[in-house]
């Protein structure tokens, strides 16, 4: 049982979490991308953040086949 569980019913461990509990309609890039859109959070996810403003960047490394 997660710690939070103990406190509240309704907390759920990541495993536990559907995408769709988080955000309904979710995408990798939207539409209009800017650069302060992309923000670190505490999860120490800037090696993530880094390849997917990359990505954004570059077409053609979005779309490139190995």
């Known amino acids: 049982m997660a710690p939070c569980a ?3 019913r309704d907390c759920k461990v990541p495993a536990e979490l559907l995408i769709a509990d ?3 309609t979710p995408q990798l890039f939207s539409n209009n991308l800017q650069d302060v859109q992309v923000k670190q959070g505490i999860l120490g996810d ?3 953040l880094c390849v997917s403003v ?5 077409k053609y490394l979005l ?3 190995s």
């Open 6 to 8: 103990v406190l509240r």
């Open 22 to 24: 988080i955000c309904s």
């Open 46 to 48: 800037c090696w993530c």
């Open 54 to 58: 990359a990505l954004q960047k570059s």
């Open 63 to 65: 779309n490139k086949q």
